[in-house]
């Protein structure tokens, strides 16, 4: 009998503002991802109307949002040298960091980053608006460097154009009432 076994897809994170293009590959999905989206209107009060009038003035920032868990155990090829977990909550928590030059100069702001998981998110541009560390009850004994962790993360969207409703949902089938 043969099995054809898919390697299972893993949530990748990657810094496209470097030259360098930084990736990491986590070994262990988010149990769960929340998406949040807001239109903002503004509400207008018209004289004889029974309720206010809605205006949309724009959408709001779209935010996802998720937990990643790390462990030391887990050192993967792929994640080039970001193989323990103290040095995978240093370079997350750079991703909130602008860059400076020698002489305190801003060069530019924290990097844009590139979210892949799976069906999902595939190459969706953001950046780091949070990024939560957790070090949990164990740690090394010498250096008390976290061997687990919790990383609290939310990505805001970044975009160059406005996105319409029908980019975002395309019916098949019978759309949402059917």
């Known amino acids: 009998m043969i099995f054809n076994y898919q390697q299972p897809t893993k949530l990748k994170l990657t810094n496209i503002t470097d030259e360098?293009?930084?990736?990491?590959?986590?070994?262990?999905?988010?149990?769960?991802?929340?998406?949040?989206?807001?239109?903002?209107?503004?509400?207008?009060?018209?004289?004889?109307?029974?309720?206010?009038?809605?205006?949309?003035?724009?959408?709001?920032?779209?935010?996802?949002?998720?937990?990643?868990?790390?462990?030391?155990?887990?050192?993967?090829?792929?994640?080039?040298?970001l193989g323990d977990v103290h040095n995978k909550i240093m370079w997350l928590e750079s991703l909130t960091y602008p860059v400076y030059s020698a002489a305190g100069v801003l060069i530019s702001g924290p990097p844009i980053l590139s979210l892949d998981f799976g069906e999902m998110f595939k190459a969706f541009k953001c950046v780091m608006l949070k990024c939560k560390i957790s070090a949990y009850y164990l740690f090394d004994p010498v250096t008390l460097i976290p061997k687990r962790a919790?990383?609290?993360?939310?990505?805001?969207?970044?975009?160059?154009?406005?996105?319409?409703?029908n980019e975002v949902y395309i019916p098949h089938g019978g759309g949402a009432n059917g």
């Open 20 to 81: 360098n293009r930084p990736l990491v590959t986590f070994p262990i999905n988010p149990e769960k991802i929340e998406i949040e989206h807001n239109a903002n209107w503004v509400m207008q009060n018209v004289p004889g109307l029974s309720m206010p009038y809605y205006q949309f003035v724009s959408g709001g920032s779209r935010e996802v949002s998720f937990t990643l868990p790390l462990y030391y155990a887990f050192v993967l090829e792929e994640t080039k040298g």
């Open 150 to 165: 919790d990383v609290d993360i939310t990505l805001g969207e970044v975009i160059t154009k406005g996105v319409s409703r």
